[in-house]
């Protein structure tokens, strides 16, 4: 990186702390007068923003539900591995589902507690998926 580009990015840095100090410094009474003024009705603002508030605790709401039925799959696994074919490998199959619990907790903590996207969430499920594939073909092979 050249120190030109680097100096550029220290002056928008700086612009932008000001800019935000600013922001911080104002009385609502000068917001709410700024607002106004460019036209923006601050009440519909606030309900846009509760709105968006709400269908993310929806969402939130949706991925731990998405999660849960994937521990539960992922235990019914386990359960059935532990019928089929005996306590040794059931203890595998414990610990494998202790780590598809594991990394599905470890996955929220990597995003601070974010939504899990739709991409992984089928990532999940196809794995569950297979599992029981493998699970069935070891079971008629028995």
């Known amino acids: 990186m050249s120190k030109a580009s680097t100096t550029d990015q220290d002056a928008v840095r700086r612009l932008k702390d000001a800019l935000v100090k600013d922001i911080l410094e104002e009385s609502d009474e000068q917001i709410a007068a700024d607002a106004a003024e460019d036209g923006i009705d601050l009440e519909r603002q606030a309900q846009a923003m509760r709105a968006m508030f709400e269908?993310?605790?929806?969402?939130?709401?949706?991925?731990?539900?998405?999660?849960?039925?994937?521990?539960?799959?992922?235990?019914?696994?386990?359960?059935v591995q532990r019928r089929a074919v005996g306590p040794a490998s059931?203890?595998?199959?414990?610990?494998?589902?202790?780590?598809?619990?594991?990394?599905?907790?470890?996955?929220?903590?990597?995003?601070?507690?974010?939504?899990?996207?739709?991409?992984?969430?089928?990532g999940v499920k196809e794995d569950l998926t297979e599992l029981a594939a493998l699970q069935e073909n070891g079971e008629k092979k028995s």
């Open 90 to 122: 059931g203890e595998f199959a414990a610990g494998a589902a202790n780590d598809v619990g594991s990394a599905l907790t470890l996955t929220m903590a990597a995003r601070n507690g974010g939504t899990q996207s739709e991409r992984d969430l089928e």
């Open 55 to 79: 269908a993310e605790v929806v969402q939130a709401g949706k991925v731990k539900l998405q999660v849960a039925k994937a521990a539960v799959a992922a235990q019914r696994l386990v359960l």
